[in-house]
């Protein structure tokens, strides 16, 4: 269900994305889905409106003891499903340049579009580690709809 940024759930949120200041730069601006189990939260997207028609999935998370379940790729689709009914042309993510995302995105449709060298160095001021590899480059994957 959508709920207004001011009562997403932040622990969800900065499981994808590391940095309080940058969820708290966009999410104002975004759009907010939150899907519960027993009245806690399960799971949490965010898109926003990057240009006419073009959306950005800024945030996607499941809580970490319900993640390999499916949800997050039924999350996932509805999120592409919200960004279709909003009529968008595409839909935009970035992500790490490695680990299990890249699968779980290409599977849905999205499709590399481009690598922005060193985003992780420059935008964040703490190395952010993965499986004991630091994130460096954002690869940026794109959903055209049709
Ligand atoms: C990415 C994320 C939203 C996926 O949600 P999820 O509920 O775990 O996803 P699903 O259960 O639908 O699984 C999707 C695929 O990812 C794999 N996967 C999920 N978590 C995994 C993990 N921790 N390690 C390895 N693979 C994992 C699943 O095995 C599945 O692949 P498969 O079908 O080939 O087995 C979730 O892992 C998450 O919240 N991660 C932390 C936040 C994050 O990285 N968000 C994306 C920012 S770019």
Do not use: W
């Not at 969800?12 to 999410?27: F, N, T, V």
């Not at 959306?55 to 996932?76: D, R, S, W």
């Not at 993510?93 to 599977?107: P, S």
């Amino acid at each position: 269900m959508e709920v207004s940024p001011t009562e997403a759930p932040m622990d969800l949120l900065l499981e994808a994305d590391p940095s309080r200041e940058k969820i708290e730069g966009y999410l104002p601006r975004s759009r907010c889905f939150v899907a519960t189990l027993d009245g806690a939260p399960a799971g949490v997207y965010v898109v926003l409106e990057t240009a006419p028609a073009e959306y950005e999935l800024m945030n996607i998370a499941v809580a970490p003891h319900l993640q390999g379940k499916g949800i997050g790729t039924t999350l996932l689709r509805h999120a592409i499903a919200t960004v279709r009914e909003l009529g968008a042309r595409r839909l935009e993510v970035g992500t790490g340049t490695f680990g299990h995302q890249l699968a779980y995105y290409q599977r849905e449709g999205f499709r590399v579009s481009r690598v922005d060298r060193d985003f992780f160095l420059e935008n964040y001021p703490e190395p952010i580690y993965e499986n004991g590899i630091q994130h460096k480059d954002m690869l940026r994957l794109v959903l055209e709809y049709r």
